[in-house]
């Protein structure tokens, strides 16, 4: 069997198809470093938190408003586990679909240099990266909710324990004259 160097009409096609990928693992890197910084804010807030947990530790007696903030450092930390794990859940998922993506394009470009029959691994590789991707984006979606509701849950509580310190005759302003 003799080598023949493929025409340009080939190379071309070889190279479009390699793109796909390309864009698909840029998007995935990508995804990869928000989501580290996520990971890290939540660390961040865990570890903000430490001296408030340690503070109310040494307390013996708590009045409501300090069983209040405790709850509230319970449930944030509660919160905080369950982010952290669903967002290295979604990492491993993300480095996952990098890898398949990356063998998809190994794949085409073999599939295309050697003119082996076989496109069916590139689409089956591209479809599985695909689904770690969107699996990955599902998971994202659930943290950022989990996200969204303890910072309702923090605000929620400054406005409780606002009401303690807020000046005589001082009136909540309603939601709705905030956009008049």
């Known amino acids: 069997m003799q080598f023949t160097p493929p025409d340009l009409d080939s190379t071309i096609s070889v190279i479009s198809a390699m793109i796909t990928p390309a864009v698909l693992i840029l998007a995935t890197g990508s995804l990869i470093l928000t989501t580290t910084n996520r990971l890290v804010r939540v660390i961040d ?12 530790a040494a307390e013996q007696s708590l009045d409501a408003l300090q069983q209040e ?6 449930a944030q930390l509660d919160r905080a586990t369950v982010r952290a794990r669903l967002i290295q859940k979604a990492l491993a998922r993300l480095y996952m679909a990098l890898s398949v993506f990356l063998a998809t394009s190994v794949a085409l470009g073999i599939i295309a240099l050697t003119h082996f029959t076989a496109a069916w691994v590139a689409l089956i590789l591209g479809l599985i990266g695909a689904g770690l991707l969107f699996s990955a984006s599902i998971l994202l979606i659930l943290e950022s909710r989990l996200s969204l509701a303890a910072t309702y849950e923090e605000m929620d509580y400054i406005r409780r324990i606002s009401h303690h310190h807020a000046p005589v005759g001082h009136k909540p302003v309603r939601w709705w004259r905030l956009y008049r």
């Open 45 to 56: 807030r865990v570890r903000a938190m430490l001296p408030e947990f340690e503070k109310q």
């Open 69 to 74: 903030k405790r709850d509230l450092l319970f």
